[in-house]
Nanobody, 115 residues
């Protein structure tokens, strides 16, 4: 059974940094694409960043040059280093991992950026 657990959210002032971590388990063959999504109140869930098993990355335009996604295939973990945070980055952040064409979600972690 696949489990996805996020950690690292919290409250930070604008301009600050936070690091989100996600650990996935329950797959003997590892995972494919791993990524982070976010959902702000009243808005749809959106892709923040994703990374393939080979290390290719994709970023939303709004976070390019501020956020960095990385993964450790041996540990089945994915991290999101967030810098120069803005109030508009406030949202619940969800980890998403893909295994055998099925997507699995974590429970979400709140990130709040105060102005």
């Amino acid at each position: 059974q696949v489990q996805v657990v996020e950690s690292g959210g919290g409250l930070v002032q604008a301009g600050g940094s936070l690091r989100l971590s996600c650990a996935a388990s329950g797959s003997s063959i590892g995972f494919g694409v791993m990524g982070w999504y976010r959902q702000a109140p009243g808005k749809q869930r959106e892709l923040v960043a994703s990374i393939t098993r080979g290390g290719s990355t994709t970023y939303a335009d709004s976070v390019k040059d501020r956020f960095t996604i990385s993964r450790d295939n041996a540990k089945n973990t994915v991290s999101l280093q967030m810098s120069s945070l803005k109030p508009e980055d406030t949202a619940v952040y969800y980890c998403n991992v893909v295994r055998m064409a099925f997507a699995y979600w974590g429970q979400g972690t709140q990130v709040t950026v105060s102005s």
